[in-house]
């Protein structure tokens, strides 16, 4: 077989890997976008789309899944196979993706009727099932970084390929961690592609990370100042509900943004590998406030109050609105909830103090604090997993050049298998 990298090789975004079998039929694993400054970077270099025999969507991410409508457009056949939940999932951030590009003018390839098409393309499969596709055998295996997340083993060849794409092997109390489970131990793994996000380095204990935050809530409670938690909507959200719904705040808490949409899919869709179903539901439709209007906004924000609300980085979404009220107020306190990309909002905060609101650049006096809670393995997960796993080939993707060299480094001096680090444009026979 040949595997051919179109994306996320010494980068992170528009995940995209082509495998061509003996028989010469190609399979993608995910087709993602990236966010440029100037548009979106899409898969490069996929010849005759209309003649891929089938795509593997791992989860919906859109630097996972973003570039499926394109494809679609240009006349895409095969079937996209994916579970449940993510087919519930990419519904939502598509439409939205397709929204934003609109608005800021960076003119999508692609209109609305290819989301329906991709919806009409796509075949559902459970989770630890093998299912037969031309000449590929595969499953679906749970990857716990976000629902409906899954890890894709495939047989081709005579060989067994496993691709990780986005993987967390952590306790979180959303998901049920990945977990090495008898299918891949049964027979050895010969081609590996894992992610690696965090390959450079570890992540703060998770339990001891939820403690210091919900400490910190108390304490900004304490001296009368209200939180503000930018979320990103799927996965974050969701994991900061059910962390609070755990604690008796003296205030009330607010949800806001596209992140409810998203959790009312997430709660309403079968999903064995959700572990935290129940708090979940219980936290959104008993424990809440919603909130969908500025005047529910300025009404919410009259008194002391735990404000949960998209976007994660501060780049638009109703956050803005409550910036607005809070950025003068000493005593009130935002709290970010993971990697802020360079020149966000959410970075210039974090770094320098400020945010631009309405285009003022404006001095932000409340406190700000960053909190790691990642749905990705770190360095130590993905070492393991090449442990474990013993392939014979490794292939280090979906990570900067830093983070995917440091893993090939780590591999070549202490794994008994071949380690590449490939860059877009790669192609490797196996
Ligand atoms: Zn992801």
Redesign the pocket.
């Known amino acids: 077989m040949e595997l051919e990298f179109h994306g996320a090789a010494s980068e992170v975004g528009r995940s995209c890997i082509q495998i061509r079998t003996d028989k010469g039929k190609r399979y993608l694993l995910d087709v993602g976008i990236k966010f440029l400054e100037d548009g979106l970077g899409f898969p490069k270099n996929v010849l005759d789309i209309d003649k891929i025999d089938g795509v593997f969507l791992?989860?919906?991410?859109l630097?996972?899944s973003g570039g499926l409508p394109l494809f679609e457009h240009k006349e895409l056949k095969g079937p996209i196979f994916c579970t449940r939940h993510t087919f519930a999932i990419s519904k939502i951030l598509l439409k939205d993706s397709y929204k934003i590009a609109r608005i800021r003018h960076l003119h999508p390839a692609y209109n609305n009727t290819d989301i329906k098409e991709v919806q009409k393309d796509t075949s559902f499969v459970d989770f630890d099932k093998w299912y037969k596709h031309e000449d590929v055998r595969f499953m679906f295996l749970n990857a716990g970084?976000?629902p409906g997340?899954a890890m894709i083993l495939l047989e081709v060849d005579g060989k067994r390929v496993l691709y990780t794409?986005?993987f967390n092997n952590r306790k979180t109390n959303l998901m049920v961690p990945f977990k090495i489970g008898k299918v891949l131990r049964e027979k050895p793994v010969d081609v590996l592609i894992t992610e690696s996000t965090y390959g450079y380095r570890e992540l703060p204990d998770r339990e001891g990370l939820e403690k210091k935050f919900i400490a910190s809530i108390y304490k900004t409670l304490g001296e009368g100042g209200s939180v503000l938690i930018p979320v990103f909507a799927l996965?974050r959200a969701q994991e900061t509900l059910i962390m609070l719904s755990k604690h008796d705040f003296p205030v009330k808490i607010y949800f806001d943004g596209m992140s409810k949409k998203m959790t009312k899919k997430i709660v309403t869709t079968k999903n064995k590998y959700l572990a935290g179903h129940d708090a979940l539901k219980q936290m959104f439709y008993e424990k809440v406030e919603w909130v969908a209007s500025e005047k529910r906004r300025s009404d919410a924000l009259k008194k002391q109050g735990i404000f949960i609300t998209t976007s994660g980085m501060l780049q638009g979404g109703p956050v803005l609105s409550y910036l607005k009220d809070l950025w003068h107020d000493s005593s009130s306190k935002i709290m970010l909830m993971g990697f802020q990309c360079k020149r966000t909002n959410g970075r210039n905060l974090l770094d320098e103090g400020f945010v631009y609101m309405d285009g003022w650049k404006t001095k932000v006096k409340c406190h700000v604090e960053k909190y790691d809670f990642s749905?990705?393995a770190d360095k130590e997960g993905v070492q393991t997993l090449v442990k474990e796993l013993k392939p014979t080939h490794v292939f280090f993707q979906h990570g900067d050049f830093e983070s995917v060299n440091a893993l090939k480094e780590w591999a070549d001096n202490n794994a008994d298998c071949k380690a590449y680090a490939p860059a877009v444009g790669d192609k490797y026979n196996i």
């Open positions: 791992s989860h919906a991410h630097d996972h970084h976000i997340s794409a986005d996965g749905g990705h």
